[in-house]
């Protein structure tokens, strides 16, 4: 059973787009939900992230948006440049109990291309 | 700062063989967490471990896989007798405290089965 569901799995951007990449989440104990860019080769690297508390947060050219009744948040990339050419993945995670680790449930990811 | 260092980067094995995957945590950092990606798919949870401690281990298959985090030296994911299913690329994290806030991942290693 996939808890985060992410579309599109690929999607081709002229330079100085915007790219746009949707999530969807069932579990209402989710309480974080981050962003995640992985280069070929390479691990995944925190890109930006958010708490239920808040329907968007903005840092540079990356914006999330939260929609808490429709249990959706999304990513968006404003003037998209070639270099943001890699694989996003969203991301969710329960809000930290005794009962409950630390793991995060991930997306099937998105391949971003930036074609200049 | 270098980082979460996984080793190797590659490893081939054939089927039946061991597999042995490290991972050093950030310095300062006694939490670590494995996860595997498999091709096409997003990362997928395995296990949590403290030194000396396994926290959780819900996602970890039942047979042939274990993990550690001895008091000194590395983590190490450990596949035993691996089968073609277990080619995948592993990624350890690390994070300095009991958090779920935005751990740092390794480069993984990508283990090849034949």
């Known amino acids: 059973q996939q808890q985060v569901k992410q579309s599109p799995q690929s999607l081709i951007v002229q330079k100085g787009g915007i790219s746009i990449i949707n999530c969807a989440y069932e579990?209402?104990?989710?309480?974080?939900f981050p962003w995640y860019q992985q280069f070929p080769g390479k691990g995944p690297a925190l890109l930006i992230a958010?708490?239920?508390?808040?329907s968007e947060k903005k840092e540079g050219r990356f914006t999330i948006s939260f929609n808490k009744s429709a249990k959706q948040f999304s990513l968006h990339i404003m003037d998209s440049q070639p270099g943001d050419s890699a694989t996003y993945f969203c991301a969710a995670s329960l809000a930290k109990t005794s009962n409950t680790g630390n793991q995060f449930y991930f997306g099937t990811g998105t391949s971003l291309t930036v074609i200049p | 700062n270098a980082g979460v260092m996984q080793n190797p980067r590659h490893l081939v094995r054939r089927r039946g063989q061991e597999a042995r995957l490290r991972c050093s945590p950030m310095k300062g950092h006694s939490h670590v967490y494995w996860y595997r990606q498999l091709p096409e798919e997003g990362l997928k949870f395995m296990v949590y471990l403290q030194k000396e401690n396994i926290i959780d281990e819900s996602g970890m298959p039942k047979e042939r896989f274990s993990a550690e985090f001895p008091k000194e030296g590395p983590s190490i994911l450990r596949i035993q007798q691996v089968v073609r299913g277990d080619s995948a690329a592993y990624f350890c994290?690390?994070?300095?405290?009991?958090?779920?806030?935005?751990?740092?991942f390794g480069s993984g290693t990508r283990l090849t089965v034949v």
């Open positions: 579990n209402t104990a989710f309480d974080y």
């Open positions: 994290a690390s994070s300095p405290r009991d958090t779920n806030y935005g751990y740092t």
């Open positions: 958010i708490r239920p508390d808040v």
